[in-house]
């Protein structure tokens, strides 16, 4: 679904260059959930942000759905955005729509009538749980529904591909627990494949198959998620898995 | 000249009104596109372009810092051209828009550039293009704060327009000149004052009560 080859990336500041990426290779299957893990800072993000160009990598190809992205021009890069999902840790709704007007806002700029938008609507909130809230606005909304929007407003156009970055980063736990629970649920049903950016990496070990591990701007592991928790091969895995072991192992086992 | 002091007063406050409004929305007709181009072309934006952003920049720094009256009176041929005569209300409107059109360009570009950039790259995400960004995220989520920007500006208008009144564009400021300060007339002093503090509290007024409106609309 998603094939990814020797994405580079410098950021170029007043204090020189610095690699965001580097030749990045990376295949994602359909269907599968990709988790994609690191510390602050290890190009996680940037890498998200460069499958639909809302950030330019300087050199490499990008294939989603048989669409080489970087080669496409202004107006056939908004077409196939509309085939790329995205939701995002701050959620970015628009204030000044109600919930129903923000999951047709993509409908809208397709350029779909009324009736048809009208009728997606009520099919996506209820596919997200929010049918009782279509006319609420964002500011009334708690996080969970706030990302639940977003999700909604995300697969307003059928997208076969959905980016999530840091979607649940802002959220408690039980609430963060939900939205992956609903990210799998719409991976099962719908076939979706769901490309997940989080530096929390027990949220990768619950519900993505595959992974790959940044550091850097360089993936340092790439593979089935079980067996890199089992054994990671690189010196900044380990150290990663292990802080994370220690963050999350229950209290009376670390006294 | 007592007993027609109300109807002199009436015709001023008419001419003033006219010429702040009328000057306002000339102002903002010119200074929305500006403010909208000064944003979007600004770097990481839109429709980056710096050539484009930093000449319209310079363009709107220097309109803006000719002292009011110089402006006025430089413009006073283009007045002339555009509506045959450099005296009264009518001919005042196009130095007054001219002067107004970049405060309002630089008031409502803070407006817009509050508005985060996460809400434009989502609606870019889902395919949107510039126009349905500036359209449909830019100017409706500044809305309110855009109408603030508004009867700010609408109030620096008035102001302008009691400094062209003392080079014959008529109204109150023309009034009080004439003949509050050069006649010693202090009932027409204090009556154009009254009259000018009641626009301003007007406005205001029915500014805050506008973007009140439209921000709790979202609430």
């Known amino acids: ?255 | 000249m007592s007993e027609d002091l109300p109807e002199i007063l009436g015709v001023a406050l008419l001419e003033t009104l006219y010429m702040t409004f009328g000057a306002s929305l000339i102002g903002l007709l010119m200074g929305l596109p500006l403010a909208v181009i000064l944003v979007t072309t600004r770097k990481g934006h839109i429709l980056e372009s710096e050539a484009i952003h930093k000449s319209l920049a310079f363009v709107i720094n220097m309109t803006r810092s000719f002292p009011a009256i110089i402006l006025i009176v430089l413009l006073l041929p283009l007045a002339r051209w555009l509506v045959g005569t450099s005296l009264g209300m009518h001919a005042a409107l196009v130095p007054l828009s001219i002067g107004a059109a970049p405060f309002i360009a630089r008031v409502l570009e803070t407006s817009l550039n509050d508005v985060p950039f996460g809400k434009v790259e989502a609606a870019l995400a889902l395919g949107a293009n510039p126009w349905q960004v500036i359209r449909k995220v830019l100017i409706p989520e500044a809305l309110p704060s855009l109408i603030r920007g508004i009867t700010v500006s609408v109030i620096a208008v008035l102001g302008l327009t009691a400094i062209a009144g003392t080079i014959g564009a008529g109204g109150l400021g023309s009034l009080a000149i004439r003949y509050g300060y050069q006649r010693f007339r202090e009932d027409v002093m204090i009556s154009t004052t009254v009259l000018l503090v009641l626009i301003v509290q007007l406005t205001q007024w029915l500014g805050d009560r506008l973007a009140i409106t439209f921000s709790s609309e979202r609430t």
């Open chain 1, 1 to 255: 679904m998603i094939r990814v080859e020797k994405l580079s990336k410098i950021y170029r500041t007043s204090l020189g260059s610095v690699p965001a990426l580097q030749e990045i290779d990376l295949q994602i299957g359909a269907g599968e959930i990709f988790g994609i893990a690191g510390y602050s800072g290890a190009g996680k993000s940037t890498f998200l942000r460069c499958l639909n160009r809302l950030e330019e990598a300087d050199s490499g190809r990008i294939v989603i759905d048989g669409e080489d992205i970087r080669l496409l021009n202004r107006h056939d890069l908004a077409q196939a955005r509309r085939r790329i999902g995205m939701i995002f840790q701050h959620f970015n709704l628009l204030d000044s729509r109600n919930v129903a007007d923000n999951i047709a806002f993509p409908l809208e700029l397709a350029g779909q009538n009324y009736a048809q938008r009208r009728a997606r609507v009520e099919e996506l909130a209820s596919l997200v749980g929010l049918s009782d809230k279509l006319l609420s606005r964002p500011s009334q909304l708690s996080g969970g529904q706030k990302q639940r929007v977003g999700i909604a407003r995300a697969l307003a156009l059928g997208p076969r591909v959905l980016l999530c970055d840091e979607a649940t980063s802002a959220l408690d736990p039980p609430t963060a627990l939900q939205i992956l629970e609903l990210l799998q649920d719409l991976n099962q049903r719908l076939g979706l494949t769901i490309v997940l950016v989080t530096h929390q990496l027990e949220i990768i070990r619950g519900f993505c198959s595959q992974m790959a591990l940044l550091d850097q701007g360089r993936i340092v592991e790439r593979g089935p998620t079980a067996r890199i928790f089992r054994s990671p091969e690189s010196l900044i895995g380990k150290k990663l898995l292990d802080v994370g072991q220690k963050l999350f192992r229950p209290a009376e086992v670390m006294a």
